[in-house]
């Protein structure tokens, strides 16, 4: 019978070691989860963050875009007008040159010269 006490005791040792070694297992994997889940709201925080960072740098781009087309359209419509200037211009030059030249080689003209 001692020999069987002395297995037995055997076992119970072993038994008790094997549920030690799981319960540092079990205890370093629970560090590991911790720290896991610690990154992970750092991170969900740094996303957070960086979301409405985004979502006003979005914002601010849409509104500058829509103030540069805004602009666009002002600059065309300018442009536009000042090119319709120009060639009234144009015209009337050309036009008040015809009548000068008209008027300088009519025989009223040429009497008052001499």
């Given at each position: 019978?001692?020999?069987?006490?002395?297995?037995?005791?055997?076992?119970?040792?072993?038994?008790?070691k094997?549920?030690?070694?799981?319960?540092m297992?079990?205890?370093?994997?629970?560090?590991?989860?911790?720290?896991a889940?610690?990154?992970?709201?750092?991170?969900?925080?740094?996303?957070?963050?960086?979301?409405?960072?985004?979502?006003?740098?979005?914002?601010?781009?849409?509104?500058?875009?829509?103030?540069?087309?805004?602009?666009?359209?002002?600059?065309?419509?300018?442009?536009?007008?000042?090119?319709?200037?120009?060639?009234?211009?144009?015209?009337?030059?050309?036009?008040?040159?015809?009548?000068?030249?008209?008027?300088?080689?009519?025989?009223?003209?040429?009497?008052?010269?001499?």
């Open positions: 019978m001692t020999q069987q006490g002395a297995v037995l005791q055997g076992y119970n040792n072993e038994l008790v094997c549920i030690e070694d799981l319960c297992q079990r205890e370093e994997l629970s560090k590991q989860i911790q720290q889940e610690e990154e992970r709201n750092k991170l969900q925080h740094e996303i957070q963050v960086l979301s409405e960072q985004l979502d006003h740098v979005c914002e601010t781009l849409a509104q500058k875009v829509a103030s540069r087309n805004e602009l666009d359209k002002i600059l065309a419509e300018t442009e536009a007008a000042y090119m319709k200037i120009l060639d009234s211009s144009r015209t009337l030059l050309n036009v008040l040159k015809k009548e000068v030249g008209s008027f300088r080689h009519s025989p009223d003209m040429k009497h008052r010269v001499m």
